[in-house]
């Protein structure tokens, strides 16, 4: 299992974290924490990739920032 604190541009209020947490929700992983700015989950690499988790949070309206 693979536990990953996501960083996310663009993100300023509760509907952004709704947002994110919604698609997020829809993949086989473990939601633990959403909140303005990060995302932290927890899955199995060969269930979900870093990939699948990055069109979810950009299909929310949100990039996944590099720093």
């Known amino acids: 299992m693979i536990n990953e604190?996501?960083?996310?541009?663009?993100?300023?209020c509760g509907h952004c974290v709704m947002a994110v947490r919604k698609e997020l929700s829809k993949l086989s992983l473990r939601v633990k924490d959403v909140?303005?700015?990060?995302?932290?989950?927890?899955?199995?690499?060969?269930?979900?990739?870093?990939?699948?988790?990055?069109?979810?949070?950009?299909k929310a309206g949100y990039l996944i920032s590099e720093n």
């Open 5 to 12: 604190k996501i960083k996310i541009e663009g993100m300023s």
């Open 35 to 58: 909140s303005i700015g990060s995302a932290e989950v927890e899955y199995d690499e060969t269930k979900v990739t870093s990939d699948d988790i990055e069109k979810a949070i950009t």
